[in-house]
């Protein structure tokens, strides 16, 4: 079960960044969305698909289609710079897998 | 506010061992499981290990299997990673997360919620 993501996605700010993220066993299991910028602590985004955390802007916004969910950011902003990561897991194996990560690049 | 906080890290000889620490406040601790998550330098996020809230129940990953431990004192709050036989390919960015599983169950969705800053573990000669 592998996550494939794009390496990188560059949008100038206002515009709507959509970040990909394609794996067989999406159908069947949820995925994550993580925001991962350096020196700081790994944030959550999406949660179960398509439900924003406490606190995550209604401008970021997960959706799913068959084996491909997607990570869609609005009105980008200078802030939103950083490289996020899928994830997605069996629970019952205990399985975790992460997707390569995007860069996400305002220009 | 809810925070997490790893220390322990370091520059350490390979074969040898190091013990991570994670310190969590602003939440119940003793109600979540808790894992392990590391970077290595220009790579991806690579989850480590799982342990259940009361410690009952654990997994790894593949690459760390019979090497690393995950254990856990809900007293202190705190969790930890010892690492034996470390390789340099266990250099990273070793951060702790919680669960946001069903609080005091074992039904964790194996995916993070709240994670730590991080810290460096270097293995070389």
């Known amino acids: 079960f592998e996550l494939t993501q794009p390496p990188s996605v560059s949008v100038s700010p206002g515009q709507t960044a959509r970040i990909s993220c394609s794996g067989d066993g999406l159908p069947k299991q949820f995925a994550y969305w993580y925001q991962v910028k350096p020196g700081q602590a790994p944030v959550m985004v999406v949660f179960k698909d398509t439900e924003r955390p406490s606190g995550i802007p209604d401008r970021i916004s997960g959706s799913s289609l068959g084996a491909t969910v997607t990570l869609t950011i609005t009105g980008v902003r200078a802030e939103d710079e950083a490289d996020y990561y899928c994830q997605s897991a069996f629970t019952n194996d205990s399985y975790v897998v992460f997707g390569g990560g995007t860069k996400l690049t305002v220009l | 506010q809810v925070q997490l906080v790893e220390s322990g890290g370091g520059v350490v000889l390979p074969g040898t061992s190091l013990r991570l620490s994670c310190t969590a406040s602003?939440?119940?601790?003793?109600?979540?499981?808790m894992h392990w998550v590391r970077q290595a330098p220009d790579k991806g996020l690579e989850w480590v290990a799982v342990?259940?809230?009361?410690?009952?129940?654990?997994f790894y990953a593949d690459s760390v299997k019979g090497r690393f431990t995950i254990s856990r004192d809900n007293s202190k709050k705190t969790l930890y990673l010892q690492m034996n036989s470390l390789k340099p390919d266990d250099t990273a960015v070793y951060y702790c997360?919680?669960?946001?599983?069903?609080?005091?169950?074992?039904?964790?969705?194996?995916?993070?919620?709240?994670w730590g800053q991080g810290t460096m573990v270097t293995v070389s000669s």
């Open positions: 997360a919680r669960d946001p599983g069903p609080p005091g169950t074992l039904l964790w969705l194996l995916a993070f919620d709240i």
């Open positions: 602003g939440f119940s601790f003793s109600d979540y499981p």
């Open positions: 342990l259940s809230y009361d410690g009952s129940d654990e």
